[in-house]
């Protein structure tokens, strides 16, 4: 199997299956594509279970996928107590399946920081697997028949939530990738950012914040001490250090004790663009990658 496997292309593949099968059905049924799909493979994924199912109560994994050599089969098992996307988890796993199984017989994947030697390896990984998912429960055509001609609110995304079973942050970063908006995602902890993600047309207009920095005073997601939500608040100009009007869209996310903020910037000038900033999106990237799946 090759190492080189393009996440997208792989999820491409079984989302067009899904559509040639299913067509207009959503969310993607994780379970019976895994199961459909692997069961052409002589190391088929034989079940998928929860923790629960398997007498394991509360756990700090959101999900799994292993090997057992004796019987040539792969388990999925993931965790139904888990506030999380179920579908996700089971994209995720489903993805390393098809991504990585030559590299590990194990993969137990949990949100917070890998401690392994092997870490930039793992890392990789996870994010190709959330790639994979991302790519699989959420085709950018449908998404874009979603949203067509309706205003960003909080509304829009949770529609887009309940039709492909998935996060909030997930529904923002798929959007993130095709919307010609300069807009960017703050996720935020205690009024200090914790990693950000640009619009391409954001990015290329130098529009970005970096894991690190205080949250602007003038902000709401920095006044947000009551935890409401806000949409579409205009703040003045420079509100959020650039020099363009900007809407801001922010909630407090009790169960990740996290402040989730989305800005849209106007009358930027798009001919701005710096190559030398493609590295810090990497960089940006890399510092999300197992947060996009809150
Ligand atoms: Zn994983």
């Not at 990789?124 to 697997?129: D, I, K, S, T």
């Not at 959330?130 to 529609?159: C, H, N, P, V, W």
């Not at 894991?211 to 949409?231: M, N, R, T, Y």
Request: proline residues 2%.
């Amino acid at each position: 199997m090759s190492k080189n496997k393009s996440p997208q292309a792989e999820a491409n593949k079984y989302a067009v299956l899904w559509k040639t099968m299913f067509p207009g059905q959503f969310p993607v049924d994780v379970k019976k594509i895994a199961l459909e799909i692997s069961g052409k493979q002589n190391d088929s994924i034989e079940g998928i279970k929860t923790f629960s199912e398997l007498g394991y109560g509360d756990i700090d994994c959101e999900g799994m996928l292993y090997y057992v050599q004796k019987d040539n089969r792969w388990f999925i098992v993931y965790n139904d107590q888990s506030k999380r996307s179920h579908n996700f988890t089971l994209a995720h796993e489903f993805g390393h399946y098809c991504l990585h199984r030559a590299r590990h017989q194990k993969f137990q994947c949990s949100i917070g920081d890998i401690g392994d030697k092997n870490i930039q390896d793992l890392k990789e990984m996870e994010r190709e697997a959330d790639t994979f998912a991302s790519y699989l429960l959420m085709t950018i055509d449908d998404f874009k028949q979603q949203i067509e001609g309706q205003q960003i609110s909080f509304d829009l995304f949770e529609r887009c939530m309940n039709r492909y079973e998935t996060s909030f942050t997930s529904v923002v970063l798929k959007w993130l990738e095709f919307t010609h908006l300069h807009a960017v995602l703050v996720v935020s902890v205690d009024g200090f950012i914790l990693w950000s993600r640009s619009s391409r047309t954001a990015f290329k207009s130098g529009i970005y914040f970096k894991s690190g920095e205080e949250l602007p005073e003038g902000s709401f997601a920095k006044q947000k001490i009551d935890h409401k939500s806000v949409e579409n608040h205009n703040l003045p100009v420079a509100a959020w250090n650039y020099s363009y009007p900007v809407k801001e869209l922010s909630f407090y996310s009790e169960a990740y004790e996290q402040t989730l903020t989305l800005l849209i910037f106007s009358g930027v000038d798009v001919d701005k663009y710096d190559d030398s900033q493609e590295e810090i999106e990497e960089d940006c990237v890399d510092r999300f990658e197992r947060f996009n799946r809150n």
